[in-house]
C-alpha cells in the first residue's frame, strides 16, 4: 500500500476552491474520503453568497482594470510592453520548455522501437587462440539489421503519474508567465503614473514661478519708487530661486521615470518613449466584498496550488517504484555472411515479457520516497504562504488606497485655500496694506501644498494599481503570445483555450 502526505488544511481548499484530485496510485483509496468533504466544504452556502455579491460588470472591471485608467496612451504601451518586453519573452520559452519536457516524460508510456543496422569484417592470424571470433587464419563479414522493441506496461499508474505532474508542472509554467504579466502591467502602471506626476509637478512649478516673477517684479518697481525696502527684493528674488531650483531634480527624475518605461518595453532608452499627455483618471475600486473569490484568480495562487499537485504526484510515482514492473520486449534480425543473403531464411527472433521485482536497492526507493514527500510538504506550506501573502497584499493595498483618497480629498480642499490666500495676499501688498513677507509665505505654501497634492494623488493611482495586482486582476486578458484578449462578463475559460501557445510550443 502506498504511503500518503498529510492532506492541507480544509481552508487552503475553502479558499482557493480548487480541490486536489489524486488520480491513480494507491492512495486514491485513503484521499478520497478527505477529497469529498474538502469538495463539501468549497461547495459552502457562505461562498454561493459571497459569488452572488459579484456582478458580472464588477468581474470584467477587475478583468481589464487598466482600461479603468481611461488612458489610450497608457493602453498601447500596455499592449506593446506584453509584446516586446524580454523578460516576459523568457517566461514564454519556459511554457515551451516545459511542455517539450512533458512530452520526455510521455514518451515513457509508448513502445520504444530501435532498428539497428551494422557491418562487422572479423578475422585472425594462423597461430592465434581465441574462443571468440572465427577459427585462425579465417576472414569473415557480417551484415546485419532488424527491429527491437521494449514496452514497459504502466500497470500501477507510475508513469501515468509522472505524465501528470508534469501536466501540473506545465500548467504552473503558464501561470507563472501569468503572473509575470500581471506584475509588469502592474510596473508599467506604476512608471506611467510616475512620468505623467513629474510632469504635473514641472508645470506646477513652472505656474509658481510665473507668479512669483510677477511678486518680483512687483517688489522691484515699488523699490524703484521708493515706496518699497530693499529686503523684499532679495526675499522674492530668493523664493523665487527656489522654486526654480525644484526644476532640474525633477526633469532628471522624469527622464530616469521614462528610461523606465522604455526598459518594461523591451526597448532602448530614448526621449519621447511617453507621447504628451494628462495624468490617467483613478479607476473605481473593486468589489470588496468578495475578497475570497477575487484571490483565487491571482496566477500566483494557481501555480502554487499546480506545484503541490506535481509535487504529490511525484510521491505517488516514486512509491511504485516499490512495485514489480512489466516489461515487454521483442526483436527481430536479419544477419547474413554476405549482403546478398539477408533475406534468405537469415533471421534471428525473440518475444516476451519480463516481470522484474525490485528486492534489494540499497535504501534508494525509500530515500527517493522521503525526498518526494519532503518536496511536497515545501510545496503544501509554500501553497499556504502564497495565499497568505495574498489576503495581506489585498489588506494593505486597499487599506493604503482608502486613506489615500481621503489625504487626497484634504489636500485638494487645502490647494484651493491656498490659491485664494495667495492671491488675496498679493492684492494686499499691491494695495499697500501688508508687507511682502505674508504674500511670500503664502505662495511658499501653495507651491508645497500643490506639491504634495500631485504627490498623493500619484499615490492613490499607485494603491488603486497595486489593489488590481493584488487581486490578480488582469491575467485571464493576456494571451500566451502577449496579445489581450478581449474583456467579456461571461466566465473567462483557461488560458489553454483562449490563447494561442507561444512560437515553438508543442
Not at 481552508?11 to 474538502?38: I, K, S
Not at 495624468?279 to 496550488?305: G, N, Y
Not at 527472433?349 to 540499497?362: A, C, D, H, N, W
Amino acid at each position: 500500500m502506498l504511503h500518503c502526505l498529510k492532506s492541507p488544511p480544509a481552508w487552503v481548499f475553502a479558499l482557493v476552491g480548487l480541490p486536489v484530485t489524486f488520480a491513480g496510485g494507491g492512495c486514491a483509496a485513503h484521499r478520497q474520503p478527505d477529497l469529498e468533504r474538502l469538495q463539501a466544504m468549497a461547495a459552502a452556502p457562505w461562498r454561493a453568497k459571497l459569488a452572488a455579491n459579484a456582478p458580472a460588470t464588477q468581474q470584467a472591471q477587475v478583468l481589464s482594470w487598466w482600461r479603468g485608467l481611461n488612458d489610450p496612451i497608457f493602453a498601447d504601451l500596455a499592449t506593446q510592453a506584453l509584446q516586446g518586453n524580454l523578460n516576459l519573452a523568457q517566461m514564454r520559452q519556459r511554457i515551451v520548455e516545459a511542455r517539450a519536457r512533458r512530452g520526455v516524460v510521455n514518451a515513457e508510456r509508448l513502445p520504444q522501437i530501435d532498428s539497428p543496422t551494422q557491418y562487422e569484417r572479423a578475422g585472425s592470424g594462423p597461430d592465434s587462440l581465441s574462443f571468440a571470433g572465427p577459427p585462425p587464419g579465417i576472414v569473415k563479414n557480417l551484415y546485419a539489421t532488424g527491429v527491437v522493441a521494449n514496452w514497459e506496461v504502466d500497470l500501477w499508474g507510475r508513469v501515468q503519474r509522472l505524465v501528470d505532474a508534469a501536466d501540473d508542472q506545465t500548467r504552473a509554467a503558464v501561470d507563472d508567465y501569468r503572473d509575470a504579466a500581471v506584475s509588469l502591467l502592474s510596473e508599467l502602471a506604476l512608471a506611467y503614473i510616475d512620468v505623467r506626476t513629474l510632469h504635473r509637478r514641472l508645470d506646477l512649478v513652472e505656474q509658481n514661478v510665473m507668479l512669483q516673477r510677477r511678486t518680483l517684479e512687483l517688489a522691484e518697481s515699488r523699490y524703484a519708487a521708493g515706496n518699497g525696502p530693499a529686503i523684499d527684493v532679495t526675499q522674492a528674488r530668493r523664493l523665487l530661486r527656489q522654486t526654480q531650483s525644484r526644476v532640474p531634480e525633477l526633469r532628471r527624475a522624469r527622464i530616469v521615470a521614462e528610461n523606465r518605461v522604455a526598459i518594461l518595453l523591451g526597448k532602448r532608452p530614448a526621449d519621447g518613449v511617453v507621447p504628451p499627455g494628462g495624468m490617467p483618471q483613478t479607476p473605481p475600486p473593486a468589489d470588496m466584498r468578495v475578497p475570497a473569490d477575487l484571490i483565487t484568480r491571482r496566477a500566483d495562487v494557481r501555480r502554487a496550488d499546480w506545484k503541490y499537485r506535481a509535487a504529490l504526484a511525484q510521491v505517488d510515482a516514486a512509491e511504485a517504484e516499490r512495485l514489480p514492473r512489466l516489461t515487454v520486449s521483442g526483436s527481430f534480425h536479419l544477419s547474413a555472411g554476405r549482403i546478398g543473403n539477408l533475406f534468405d531464411q537469415a533471421y534471428v527472433y525473440s518475444f516476451g515479457p519480463q516481470l522484474t521485482f525490485p528486492i534489494f536497492e540499497g535504501g534508494r526507493i525509500s530515500a527517493n520516497v522521503r525526498v518526494h514527500k519532503s518536496q511536497a510538504e515545501q510545496a503544501r506550506l509554500q501553497l499556504e504562504q502564497t495565499l497568505l501573502t495574498a489576503i495581506e497584499e489585498v489588506e494593505n493595498a486597499a487599506t493604503g488606497y482608502m486613506h489615500k483618497r481621503e489625504e487626497a480629498d484634504e489636500l485638494e480642499a487645502a490647494s484651493a485655500a491656498a490659491e485664494s490666500s495667495a492671491a488675496l495676499a498679493e492684492q494686499l501688498y499691491r494695495s499697500g496694506l501688508r508687507d511682502l513677507t505674508q504674500s511670500i509665505d503664502a505662495q511658499r505654501q501653495l507651491v508645497n501644498i500643490q506639491d504634495s497634492l500631485a504627490l498623493t494623488r500619484q499615490e492613490v493611482l499607485g494603491q488603486a494599481v497595486q489593489l488590481y495586482r493584488a487581486l490578480g486582476g488582469g491575467w485571464e486578458m493576456i494571451g500566451l503570445n502577449g496579445e489581450v484578449i478581449a474583456p467579456t462578463t461571461q466566465p473567462v475559460q483557461s488560458a489553454e483555450a483562449t490563447a494561442t501557445p507561444p512560437e515553438g510550443a508543442s
